[in-house]
């Protein structure tokens, strides 16, 4: 996940890194010849696309809001009705921003990739038992194909899933699993680690159910008791952990081993070095 925005703080100092003024570079976006500043956007619009009276209405108004967003010169090179009331559109123009490389800040991996044979080993010697993995998609989420790309054996991205892992015990609940039911099913399993889905980020609701979760967990158990949180899904910023209570955040892309050496790092070694 890398983020950016000018003078912007860090929320995360310790996993952010930014370019070091050697590497300070300015780029602008190019569509047909490098440096024409050309881009494309797409969105859709509340306005019908129906007459022909109304696809120009629509296409003025698309214009107008590329317009606004800095793009011009600009033009609609797509446009197609969605239902009787909306329209949606691709438009392709020219901006004048520029990108300040030595600006983006991005989050950096805190923790070795390991592979699964040292995985195992660790979790062993260190516990002498398996680690408890409780899995869920929470709130009206149903959408399973991301946590279950962790959980599952057959895994992901060439990788294979946490339950391939034999040092590693998997209870997948999946989709719609209310706060309250995971809460109490991680405590019966005596959890290590909760891992979260939630893709859906309607209104906001990764954001709400993450923060929901997170406290029911805190008001449930004392901190030396809590499982390690961690929640995943596309349209998460990873700099948010503080924000949403929980220990780390997993986005796009995420592999499985990935998760297993974060588990490791977190719940072992870290623990280990502090001792
Ligand atoms: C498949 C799909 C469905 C399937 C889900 C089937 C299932 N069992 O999962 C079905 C058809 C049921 C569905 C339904 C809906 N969907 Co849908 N769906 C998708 C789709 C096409 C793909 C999602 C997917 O499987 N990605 C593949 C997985 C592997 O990727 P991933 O989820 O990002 O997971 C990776 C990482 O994010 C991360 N990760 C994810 N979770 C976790 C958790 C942890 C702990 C960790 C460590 C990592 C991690 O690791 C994974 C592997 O790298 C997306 C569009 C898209 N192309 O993404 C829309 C999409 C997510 N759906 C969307 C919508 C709107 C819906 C519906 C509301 C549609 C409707 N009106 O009914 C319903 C909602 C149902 C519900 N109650 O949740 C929107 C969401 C928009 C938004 N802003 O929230 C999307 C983006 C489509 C769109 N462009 O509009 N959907």
Same mark, same amino acid.
């Given at each position: 996940m890398t983020t950016a925005s000018a003078g912007q703080s860090l929320s995360g100092p310790e996993r952010a890194s930014q370019h070091s003024d050697q590497d300070r570079k300015i780029v602008r976006p190019y569509g %047909? $010849? $490098? /440096? %024409? /500043?050309r881009v494309q956007l797409s969105f859709t619009l @509340?306005? @019908?696309?129906?007459t022909s009276e109304q696809r120009a209405r629509a296409e003025g108004a698309a214009l107008q809001l590329a317009a606004k967003m800095g793009m011009d010169p600009a033009m609609v090179v797509h446009a197609k009705g969605m239902g009787p009331d909306f329209t949606f559109f691709i438009v392709y123009g020219r901006v004048a921003h520029l990108v300040d490389l030595s600006e983006v800040i991005v989050a950096e991996r805190e923790f070795p990739l390991l592979p699964a044979a040292e995985i195992n080993l660790r979790i062993r010697s260190a516990l002498g038992r398996k680690l408890v993995v409780v899995g869920a998609c929470i709130g009206t989420d149903a959408h399973t194909v991301g946590i279950d790309a962790i959980l599952n054996v057959k895994g992901h991205a060439g990788e294979k899933g946490l339950e391939y892992y034999r040092e590693m015990r998997i209870v997948n609940l999946g989709a719609q699993v209310a706060v309250p039911d995971l809460v109490a099913r991680a405590r019966a399993e005596q959890a290590d680690a909760v891992l979260v889905s939630q893709v859906v980020t309607q209104r906001d609701a990764h954001l709400h159910n993450t923060k929901e979760m997170s406290a029911a967990f805190r008001e449930a158990l004392p901190a030396e008791k809590r499982p390690l949180l961690v929640v995943g899904g596309p349209r998460f910023d990873e700099m948010m952990t503080a924000e949403l209570g929980v220990d780390r955040i997993f986005g796009r892309g995420t592999t499985p081993r990935e998760v297993a050496s974060y588990l490791v790092n977190a719940l072992i070694t870290t623990k280990q070095k502090a001792a």
């Amino acid at each position: 996940m890398t983020t950016a925005s000018a003078g912007q703080s860090l929320s995360g100092p310790e996993r952010a890194s930014q370019h070091s003024d050697q590497d300070r570079k300015i780029v602008r976006p190019y569509g %047909d $010849t $490098t /440096g %024409d /500043g050309r881009v494309q956007l797409s969105f859709t619009l @509340p306005v @019908p696309y129906g007459t022909s009276e109304q696809r120009a209405r629509a296409e003025g108004a698309a214009l107008q809001l590329a317009a606004k967003m800095g793009m011009d010169p600009a033009m609609v090179v797509h446009a197609k009705g969605m239902g009787p009331d909306f329209t949606f559109f691709i438009v392709y123009g020219r901006v004048a921003h520029l990108v300040d490389l030595s600006e983006v800040i991005v989050a950096e991996r805190e923790f070795p990739l390991l592979p699964a044979a040292e995985i195992n080993l660790r979790i062993r010697s260190a516990l002498g038992r398996k680690l408890v993995v409780v899995g869920a998609c929470i709130g009206t989420d149903a959408h399973t194909v991301g946590i279950d790309a962790i959980l599952n054996v057959k895994g992901h991205a060439g990788e294979k899933g946490l339950e391939y892992y034999r040092e590693m015990r998997i209870v997948n609940l999946g989709a719609q699993v209310a706060v309250p039911d995971l809460v109490a099913r991680a405590r019966a399993e005596q959890a290590d680690a909760v891992l979260v889905s939630q893709v859906v980020t309607q209104r906001d609701a990764h954001l709400h159910n993450t923060k929901e979760m997170s406290a029911a967990f805190r008001e449930a158990l004392p901190a030396e008791k809590r499982p390690l949180l961690v929640v995943g899904g596309p349209r998460f910023d990873e700099m948010m952990t503080a924000e949403l209570g929980v220990d780390r955040i997993f986005g796009r892309g995420t592999t499985p081993r990935e998760v297993a050496s974060y588990l490791v790092n977190a719940l072992i070694t870290t623990k280990q070095k502090a001792a």
